[in-house]
């Protein structure tokens, strides 16, 4: 018998998972939270995401202490690392952050379970447990996230082939790394070990870095990764990687295998789907594990929804979080939507990438008839004074209506500065429209607005 009764259960306390519960409970239902790991937050806030970023930044200004600053006037000598305190300081960073949400929970009156959740049949959340603690519920929300992904022949052992997991609390810098997967993870994780002294390697199997990005902007980012020291190896089919002694060994389709102290595997994530009791209910993931959701996040099982990285689509934190809100209101007032056209993507290396929209090569392939603006950071004078003046900005519009299909940006505050772009477009703003704008001088928003001048053809400062 079902120890107590919730108009809503949440499986996962992820950004998907503690957001939905929190709007959940402003809107006021009674809402119980299960999630297996004493902190909440999910694999974002506590190995993901936010670690990530702390030592995105850590090692941004030792890099900047170690080479950057003479060039400012201000001379330092005797830089050194200590790897400890930096990853102290992430370490502190996360606890605080994750103490938040318990904060809220506790504000909000969520009653949080510890456990594995998993459906027990329809209306019913068993926590696993000695014994199972069983909950009935109105309505549940499956908030499960991801992990990381692995391809075969490649098996992870936590030690010389590892995933982010073990890269975000590596003891030692290591002499060689090699990072398989130049997507969003290889790259910044792969910046973070550069910048603090590991020659990085990246090897990928298609032809370009960051897939998905547009063409133009992601071959002037692989540039400048490799001013950095980033060394690609693309085009390269992996076939195996292993441990050998202490070092990793990855061998690669036609060529000599490489040699590395670590190997990461940043190949992409996969959604938590195993052991949710999907069965008891009738739900059948995809042949990807996906489980398949409609336009209001509804399974096929009546009262069981789903947000966030387990239904597919972009695999991004802050997308998981709003559409848990949207299924959350919805289930409240009747409405809520997603628009995943104006869902922004960013990457945190220097200098940050960030975009919103469609790519040229998508307009190209729809046969939609578009026009191209672009303005380089170094006509700007903010990115010039801070001596970042390395990127390019992007915007695409509708050749016939001018309304903005895609803005993309590679340079310094990148992901600050695309909310403006994807305001833009939530509210079907036209390039005109961004151009036209009073932008602050002198400001990095500014290469924004010239990027949309130059649409028409005619930027002030190009």
Same mark, same amino acid.
């Given at each position: 018998?079902?120890?107590?009764?919730?108009?809503?259960?949440?499986?996962?306390?992820?950004?998907?998972?503690?957001?939905?519960?929190?709007?959940?409970?402003?809107?006021?239902?009674?809402?119980?939270?299960?999630?297996?790991?004493?902190?909440?937050?999910?694999?974002?806030?506590?190995?993901?995401?936010?670690?990530?970023?702390?030592?995105?930044?850590?090692?941004?200004?030792?890099?900047?202490?170690?080479?950057?600053?003479?060039?400012?006037?201000? =001379?330092?000598?005797?830089?050194?690392?200590?790897?400890?305190?930096?990853?102290?300081?992430?370490?502190?960073?996360?606890?605080?952050?994750?103490?938040?949400?318990?904060?809220?929970?506790?504000?909000?009156?969520?009653?949080?379970? #510890?456990?594995?959740?998993?459906?027990?049949?329809?209306?019913?959340?068993?926590?696993?447990?000695?014994?199972?603690? /069983?909950?009935?519920?109105?309505?549940?929300?499956?908030?499960?996230?991801?992990?990381?992904?692995?391809? =075969?022949?490649?098996?992870?052992?936590?030690?010389?082939?590892?995933?982010?997991?073990?890269?975000?609390?590596?003891?030692?810098?290591?002499?060689?790394?090699?990072?398989?997967?130049?997507?969003?993870?290889?790259?910044?994780?792969?910046?973070?070990?550069?910048?603090?002294?590991?020659?990085?390697?990246?090897?990928?199997?298609?032809?370009?870095?960051?897939?998905?990005?547009?063409?133009?902007?992601?071959?002037?980012?692989?540039?400048?990764?490799?001013?950095?020291?980033?060394?690609?190896?693309?085009?390269?089919?992996?076939?195996?990687?292993?441990?050998?002694?202490?070092?990793?060994?990855?061998?690669?389709?036609?060529?000599?295998?490489?040699?590395?102290?670590?190997?990461?595997?940043?190949?992409?994530?996969?959604?938590?789907?195993?052991?949710?009791?999907?069965?008891?209910?009738?739900?059948?993931?995809?042949?990807?594990?996906?489980?398949?959701?409609?336009?209001?996040?509804?399974?096929?099982?009546?009262?069981?929804?789903?947000?966030?990285?387990?239904?597919?689509?972009?695999?991004?934190?802050?997308?998981?979080?709003?559409?848990?809100?949207?299924?959350?209101?919805? #289930?409240?007032?009747?409405?809520?939507?997603?628009?995943?056209?104006?869902?922004?993507?960013?990457?945190?290396?220097?200098?940050?990438?960030?975009?919103?929209?469609?790519?040229?090569?998508?307009?190209?392939?729809?046969?939609?008839?578009?026009?191209?603006?672009?303005?380089?950071?170094?006509?700007?004078?903010?990115?010039?004074?801070?001596?970042?003046?390395?990127?390019?900005?992007?915007?695409?519009?509708?050749?016939?209506?001018?309304?903005?299909?895609?803005?993309?940006? #590679?340079?310094?505050?990148?992901?600050?500065?695309?909310? /403006?772009?994807?305001?833009?477009?939530? #509210?079907?703003?036209?390039?005109?429209?961004?151009?036209?704008?009073?932008?602050?001088?002198?400001?990095?928003?500014?290469?924004?607005?010239?990027?949309?001048?130059?649409?028409?053809?005619?930027?002030?400062?190009?």
């Amino acid at each position: 018998m079902a120890s107590e009764r919730f108009d809503l259960v949440v499986i996962g306390a992820g950004p998907a998972g503690y957001v939905g519960a929190i709007r959940a409970a402003q809107l006021g239902m009674k809402v119980a939270c299960v999630e297996r790991e004493p902190a909440l937050g999910g694999v974002c806030l506590r190995v993901g995401c936010i670690p990530t970023k702390a030592l995105l930044e850590s090692s941004e200004r030792f890099a900047e202490a170690s080479h950057d600053l003479a060039g400012h006037g201000v =001379k330092v000598g005797g830089v050194t690392l200590d790897l400890e305190a930096m990853m102290a300081r992430k370490d502190g960073i996360v606890t605080n952050l994750t103490r938040g949400i318990d904060f809220l929970f506790q504000k909000w009156k969520i009653k949080r379970y #510890l456990g594995d959740g998993r459906l027990g049949g329809e209306g019913l959340v068993q926590v696993s447990g000695d014994p199972v603690v /069983e909950l009935a519920a109105d309505k549940v929300l499956i908030a499960t996230g991801s992990s990381s992904a692995t391809i =075969k022949g490649v098996e992870p052992d936590g030690d010389r082939v590892i995933t982010s997991t073990e890269a975000l609390a590596l003891a030692e810098v290591p002499g060689r790394l090699l990072v398989i997967g130049a997507g969003v993870i290889g790259l910044e994780l792969g910046s973070v070990w550069a910048r603090l002294g590991s020659e990085v390697t990246v090897v990928e199997y298609l032809d370009r870095i960051l897939p998905g990005v547009d063409g133009q902007v992601a071959k002037l980012a692989k540039r400048l990764f490799g001013r950095q020291g980033l060394k690609f190896r693309l085009g390269a089919r992996v076939r195996s990687a292993r441990a050998q002694g202490a070092q990793g060994v990855v061998e690669i389709d036609g060529a000599e295998p490489l040699v590395a102290d670590r190997v990461l595997v940043a190949v992409g994530r996969r959604p938590n789907t195993d052991g949710l009791g999907l069965e008891s209910v009738g739900i059948d993931v995809d042949s990807r594990g996906f489980i398949p959701v409609d336009e209001r996040f509804a399974t096929r099982a009546p009262g069981v929804f789903a947000v966030g990285d387990v239904i597919g689509g972009p695999m991004l934190a802050h997308a998981a979080s709003h559409e848990a809100v949207a299924c959350v209101e919805r #289930l409240a007032t009747g409405w809520g939507h997603v628009n995943r056209e104006a869902t922004p993507w960013v990457v945190y290396t220097d200098p940050e990438l960030a975009f919103v929209g469609r790519t040229e090569e998508q307009l190209v392939s729809a046969g939609v008839p578009y026009r191209s603006g672009t303005f380089f950071f170094k006509g700007n004078g903010r990115a010039v004074t801070l001596g970042r003046s390395d990127g390019i900005v992007k915007v695409l519009a509708h050749a016939d209506t001018d309304r903005l299909l895609g803005v993309h940006i #590679l340079g310094p505050r990148a992901g600050d500065l695309i909310s /403006e772009a994807v305001a833009a477009m939530e #509210l079907g703003a036209s390039s005109e429209d961004l151009a036209r704008f009073c932008h602050p001088y002198p400001s990095l928003s500014e290469a924004l607005m010239e990027a949309a001048l130059a649409v028409d053809g005619h930027p002030i400062h190009a």
